[in-house]
């Protein structure tokens, strides 16, 4: 089952999505052109930094020896779709292609060999992140990764039943249709039974409670005009759309 979220003729909706794309309504079907986008259920959404070895070499940094968790605010959750802003005057905002963790039942103090049970599914967050904004003291800041919408997520939750292995998956990101970012789970850092059980040593996740696993190598910058789509394997193809700031204004007011 693939479980998405849309606002449809001034109603939100919670729907399923067939094969073909169609959207379920208890009346019919509809189109994904002729919904708007909304993030697909969530709770509290965790996210990764420097969970790929490659990435953070990339960045000249040391994978980290435990996991590099922050939160992000349900505002800078965006939809499939839709658009995120590049503030004015900065140098560089690059995309994040990662795979996300949904659970799907109350989970604390999970064991490892137990944590897959715990799992609802998966879906797609492109982490964009404003670098010009990050300092020195903590890692990242609420202006590089907290920003309203700047995170496309979605389009849907994929059941883990139509994934067959969440450490094989190929990601990629395309800017434009340019193949930018190319990167495979299998790499992850700390895999998603080390996350859950690490995570719920401390605190409970609860049922559609989201952690994003972190991003491989392969970011560049983005400016205003710019289509980027995230693509998954056995998960689905996020897009999303880059903004300048005056643009952003207008579609905000």
């Known amino acids: 089952m693939r479980r998405a979220r849309v606002r449809h003729e001034g109603a939100i909706h919670d729907v399923t999505v067939a094969p073909d794309g169609a959207l379920r309504f208890p009346d019919g079907g509809v189109s994904e052109e002729s919904v708007t986008w909304l993030p697909p259920k969530h709770g509290t959404f965790l996210a990764l930094g420097l969970n790929y070895k490659d990435h953070a070499k990339e960045l000249d940094f040391k994978p980290p020896e435990e996991p590099l968790l922050f939160l992000k605010a349900s505002s800078s959750l965006t939809g499939h779709r839709r658009y995120s802003c590049r503030p004015d005057g900065v140098e560089m905002m690059h995309y994040e292609g990662e795979l996300v963790v949904v659970a799907g039942r109350a989970a604390s103090r999970v064991r490892r060999s137990e944590a897959m049970d715990f799992v609802l599914g998966y879906t797609i967050a492109n982490d964009y992140a404003v ?92 400016v205003a005009g710019d289509e980027v789509v995230v693509e998954i394997e056995s998960v689905g193809r996020l897009q999303s759309r880059v903004v300048a700031e005056e643009e952003w204004n207008a579609l905000e007011a």
């Open 131 to 222: 670098r010009d904004y990050l300092e020195d003291f903590y890692r990242p800041n609420l202006r590089v990764k907290s920003r309203d919408a700047l995170t496309p997520l979605g389009p849907y939750i994929v059941d883990k039943e139509a994934v067959d292995d969440p450490h094989a998956l190929e990601i990629r990101t395309f800017v434009n249709g340019e193949l930018r970012q190319q990167g495979n789970t299998r790499d992850l850092v700390f895999d998603i039974p080390f996350l859950l059980e690490y995570v719920t040593s401390f605190m409970t996740l609860q049922p559609f409670d989201m952690i994003s696993t972190g991003t491989p190598k392969g970011v560049s910058n983005v």
